[in-house]
């Protein structure tokens, strides 16, 4: 069997698994990490220049694929990692709003603080970049889809399946219910704010049309 190159280490998604570097190596890591990142974002994937990355971390072209093995590497792994890191410390959606005393309320409040996460500037700034790179790495796309499905969507649909057992609401099918009240709350802003990233949020508004998505859920799927 011939030797593994850092090549052929990729997880379920198809990210590169960059080893952990030696103590002493960790500090230019991160400085790899955090200039490749501000490149990328700054020009997307292809206009990207190794040579601005090694200007802005102070770290040799040589030691930067010595690291990551390639541009292509590079920018999966940093993109990725960043993905993975900014979702870990995010709450997962629909905790206990199966015993919420008032479901309407609890399901703005849920929904109002995902958006909140959602449309920080720097997940909207990483957004833009996968949805640009799409076609060239759609493991990104995959890897996003699985983390807010994992962290929003998968524990709502479990909420929902809860409270249709408990006949506090009526929903047959609760994976498509999920997806409709995803997209009537939290859906609307995101793709506005995607596509016009000048655009200010306005909390008032913000609430309003999350309560507006709620009410239409509650009007579908809502018991009496």
Avoid at 3 to 15: F, M, R
Wanted: aromatic fraction near 8%; proline fraction near 5%.
């Amino acid at each position: 069997m011939g030797a593994h190159t850092t090549d052929d280490v990729l997880d379920a998604y198809g990210i590169p698994v960059i080893p952990d570097p030696a103590a002493a190596a960790a500090r230019k890591r991160r400085a790899m990490i955090d200039a490749a990142l501000t490149e990328f974002l700054a020009e997307g994937y292809s206009a990207a220049s190794m040579d601005a990355i090694t200007q802005r971390s102070g770290v040799s072209k040589a030691t930067i694929y010595k690291h990551f093995g390639s541009k292509e590497r590079l920018f999966l792994a940093v993109i990725g990692g960043v993905l993975t890191r900014t979702y870990a410390d995010v709450e997962p959606g629909g905790a206990g709003l199966a015993e919420a005393p008032d479901l309407r309320a609890a399901l703005v409040r849920l929904a109002g603080d995902w958006a909140r996460t959602l449309l920080r500037p720097d997940l909207m700034s990483l957004r833009r970049l996968v949805i640009g790179e799409i076609d060239r790495f759609p493991q990104l796309g995959q890897l996003w889809y699985r983390l807010t499905y994992d962290m929003y969507n998968g524990p709502l649909v479990e909420a929902v399946t809860a409270l249709d057992a408990s006949g506090a609401l009526e929903v047959p099918d609760p994976d498509l219910a999920v997806r409709q009240l995803v997209a009537t709350t939290v859906g609307v802003p995101q793709l506005v704010h995607t596509f016009a990233p000048g655009t200010a949020v306005d909390d008032a508004e913000l609430t309003r049309q999350i309560a507006s998505g709620v009410d239409l859920f509650l009007a579908r799927y809502g018991r009496g």
